[in-house]
């Protein structure tokens, strides 16, 4: 798959105005034990430069799941073909999709997308055939709760297990306590005492954004978003992710003062001595910010963090509402080569080692839980997964034209549920 530059400013405008309405908007590399220590000297050196360029290291998957099983690595492996295979899931069964993630409703012609099915390399008791168990889940976190925060993806994240699990047990959605203020959506299973949590946050940090996201938004880098933050020591599990928006106009402030902007718009190039800087540099200080608090939170003890990576799009001829499109049938062939498009290769390369500096402050501090969830090389594969034109209705289409950014439910993000129950397995 070639790669493809990721548009940024004619579409954003119009993407923003649908995404305020709707809540929305690799290589491979090998990690290596011994630069973490590089790494932290690294980031101690340049903390007080959050938007420094950086370098990236090689490193090695190995450690993602060291603590799930001794020789599993469920970040490699491949898609095989399962035409048996079911979803857990329909828009019949589950009432908690999306209009932009119904792609069933909303008639896409190939469900070939389904029929699909993720197999480890090996070591992980992976093998076709095998479904996510959801009595297993429950038994594991039964009086125990997980807050998601991020944006549509991790929405998307937290629908797909909901339908999963409420396959088994219908939740009861309730509204947060006052004390939570708004951003929060629950979702009750009161025969398993277990509690599923969402905060919608693109940026991981505090930011200020008009009614319609008519123009750019100010985000405080160096701030951790006190709206989350911390409720976190309420779950057993917090999982951070959030990559894309960081490609819309914005102003970034560091210290409540201005530090740069990023976009060809009025507000960033009227501003005087404004120094203009790349999406990427602003995603990794927002992440080093909120994993760094994390990591070093006292109280935090009982939590387990997972940090999930950034799930790439698949545009192709273009980008939103200037032509692209993804209209493939099924997974890349694993054979083939394939590239990931930027910034997204920036955002991922800056979550994994921002995560492996926050794991060693967590490590000498106060002993956290920090586990990575990367989802970026299977989803890299996925072309086929995501609603392309089939999100939306004839004539409605809320802001998404063609969208190769967001997943069908159900669709290929369900076997994120399998890793987070690997991860959980394994703590």
Request: net charge neutral; proline share 7%.
């Amino acid at each position: 798959m070639k790669a493809l530059p990721v548009p940024v400013i004619p579409f954003l405008r119009r993407l923003l105005t649908g995404a305020r309405r709707s809540r929305h908007a690799v290589p491979n590399i090998n990690y290596v034990p011994a630069l973490v220590g590089f790494l932290v000297l690294a980031v101690a050196t340049f903390s007080v430069v959050f938007l420094s360029p950086f370098q990236w290291p090689p490193v090695s998957s190995s450690s993602l799941f060291s603590n799930a099983g001794a020789g599993c690595d469920m970040t490699r492996g491949e898609w095989v073909r399962d035409p048996s295979a079911r979803p857990y899931y329909t828009n019949a069964t589950c009432a908690f999709i999306e209009g932009y993630q119904n792609c069933m409703t909303h008639g896409k012609p190939s469900l070939e997308f389904l029929q699909w099915r993720w197999r480890p390399d090996g070591g992980c008791g992976g093998e076709l055939g095998r479904r996510f168990d959801a009595a297993r889940f429950f038994r594991l976190v039964r009086g125990k709760s997980i807050l998601f925060v991020g944006d549509s993806l991790a929405s998307s994240h937290v629908r797909s297990l909901v339908c999963t699990l409420s396959q088994t047990e219908s939740p009861e959605e309730r509204s947060p306590p006052q004390r939570s203020g708004e951003g929060f959506e629950h979702w009750r299973f009161p025969a398993h005492a277990f509690t599923v949590a969402f905060f919608w946050t693109p940026f991981q940090g505090p930011e200020r954004q008009g009614e319609v996201f008519a123009g750019p938004t100010d985000i405080h880098l160096d701030e951790p978003d006190q709206r989350w933050v911390p409720a976190a020591m309420d779950h057993d599990y917090v999982v951070v992710s959030a990559s894309h928006w960081f490609a819309r106009p914005a102003v970034y402030y560091l210290g409540g003062r201005v530090a740069g902007c990023h976009g060809h718009h009025d507000g960033c190039g009227a501003m005087a001595n404004a120094t203009k800087l790349k999406p990427e540099h602003a995603q990794r200080a927002a992440f080093r910010t909120v994993l760094g608090k994390l990591a070093g939170m006292e109280g935090l003890k009982r939590t387990t963090v997972i940090l999930r990576t950034v799930a790439p799009t698949h545009y192709e001829n273009g980008g939103w509402f200037d032509g692209g499109e993804c209209t493939a049938t099924q997974p890349a062939d694993p054979e083939d080569p394939v590239e990931m498009a930027e910034p997204e290769g920036e955002f991922y390369r800056a979550q994994v080692e921002e995560f492996a500096a926050a794991e060693e402050i967590a490590r000498r501090k106060n002993d956290v839980r920090m586990r990575m969830m990367d989802v970026t090389k299977m989803m890299l594969r996925r072309p086929d997964g995501h609603p392309d034109r089939y999100g939306h209705g004839a004539g409605e289409h809320e802001g998404f034209e063609i969208d190769c950014l967001h997943w069908c439910l159900p669709g290929p993000i369900d076997v994120w549920n399998d890793m987070l129950l690997h991860i959980i397995a394994g703590r």
